[in-house]
């Protein structure tokens, strides 16, 4: 069959042949994507309500950081870390200024950055707590999700994610999210660090109960923890602020980030942190090929300036608040709960509704496009660039999907 063949069933029977079944994606083959909008094969348009797991903040195709991929890649594209490159320095220091932390480390995707930030805890354990070595460990939450590794699916609590890929690497301790006493009982002597999402994204867009993250950064401090929050899906202006602990007014020992780092356009994930708690790092002791090669640093760049430059956290705050306040307006028997904060939000469904999926196959039928989580939550996470008009469209969309008697 040509690869060239532009029919969704044709290509839909291509992906199923040859390609591993390790997603469950909707039937939609999207070909072009410009702002909130996507395209499909056939020339369908959709807006976007899952916006990359928020990889696509920026929206799609934006032309700045397009831009900057396409001239960048005409001069230089990879050196290595063997040799220094021009472009990495200034973002280097434009991550630095914008988010407060005074090093960074880049690196390609998500969980190399979470993997980062799992190797920078435990050193400073060994180095600075004088934890025997091979001891250290990590306390982690339920319902967590950090990636796909083998060492960070050994702490998820999904069974999907770890049945069958097992032993897994040994350290971590899972406390409930948001349960401060349970989080207090798994501390000891060997506690070297704390791993969280400020609001879970893959849970469902959870937010732990007020105070928590508070109580969190006081405890770490207490017994000598670093404090590591993942804002890989939740950070780079997701929830109305740069970063999610923002709303709690805490400030962590280290961040990941991803996703929105590059708008989409190129893998680039970082590690930032404390000059302290970065100083783990010597020569030879970490690295990447590919991470802060020229290319991915100019991307990331004009990622963030888009980000400034367009007002696109502020926006996320009021053009959240006013998503929320309409779908939390929505009267429907088959919504539970609905949870959120800025763009992004997570409507739970009883279990007699049938599942999300279902809901989420309509909306595409509509010419909306969302993905269930865990069976019963339905996400939203547009762009951030999305108008008030093409909100004010989707979600007189979703009340009527959802409100229908089937």
Not at 146 to 151: A, K, L, V
Not at 229 to 254: V, Y
């Amino acid at each position: 069959m040509s690869t060239t063949t532009q029919n969704s069933a044709a290509l839909i029977e291509q992906e199923e042949k040859f390609g591993a079944h390790n997603y469950h994606p909707l039937d939609v083959v999207l070909c072009r994507g410009e702002g909130a909008y996507v395209w499909d094969v056939e020339g369908k348009r959709y807006l976007d309500f899952l916006a990359a797991y928020s990889a696509v903040n920026q929206g799609h195709n934006h032309p700045r950081i397009v831009g900057a991929l396409t001239e960048q890649a005409k001069v230089l594209s990879l050196t290595s870390r063997a040799f220094r490159n021009d472009k990495f320095p200034p973002l280097l220091e434009k991550l630095s200024n914008m988010t407060g932390f005074e090093k960074v480390l880049l690196m390609n995707s998500g969980a190399e950055a979470v993997e980062t930030a799992i190797k920078a805890m435990r050193k400073y354990g060994y180095d600075n707590k004088g934890i025997a070595d091979g001891k250290a460990e990590i306390i982690v939450m339920d319902g967590n999700f950090h990636g796909r590794t083998t060492t960070i699916i050994g702490f998820s609590t999904d069974d999907t994610t770890t049945t069958g890929f097992g032993p897994f690497t040994p350290g971590f301790h899972v406390a409930e999210y948001g349960n401060m006493d349970a989080l207090k009982a798994l501390i000891n002597e060997n506690t070297c660090g704390v791993l969280i999402e400020p609001i879970q994204g893959e849970g469902g867009v959870v937010i732990p109960p007020k105070g928590f993250l508070k109580e969190l950064r006081a405890l770490c401090d207490e017994h000598k923890m670093m404090l590591v929050c993942d804002e890989i899906q939740s950070g780079l202006g997701r929830t109305g602020t740069l970063f999610a602990f923002e709303h709690e007014g805490i400030r962590p020992d280290g961040v990941t980030i991803g996703k929105a780092l590059s708008g989409g356009i190129y893998p680039v994930s970082a590690f930032l942190a404390t000059e302290d708690f970065m100083k783990v790092f010597t020569p030879g002791t970490h690295g990447s090929t590919y991470g802060g090669n020229p290319l991915a640093c100019a991307v990331a760049s004009a990622a963030l300036d888009v980000l400034v430059d367009e007002q696109l956290i502020e926006k996320s705050a009021t053009m959240g608040a006013y998503m929320i306040e309409r779908v939390r307006a929505i009267q429907s028997p088959h919504i539970k709960e609905v949870r959120g904060i800025g763009l992004w939000a997570g409507i739970e469904l009883n279990p007699s509704a049938g599942g999300a999926r279902r809901f989420c196959e309509r909306l595409q039928q509509e010419g909306m496009l969302c993905k269930e989580t865990h069976t019963h939550t339905i996400r939203l996470a547009p762009p951030l660039v999305i108008t008030k008009e093409q909100l004010d469209w989707s979600i007189d969309l979703l009340t009527r999907v959802l409100t229908d008697a089937e």
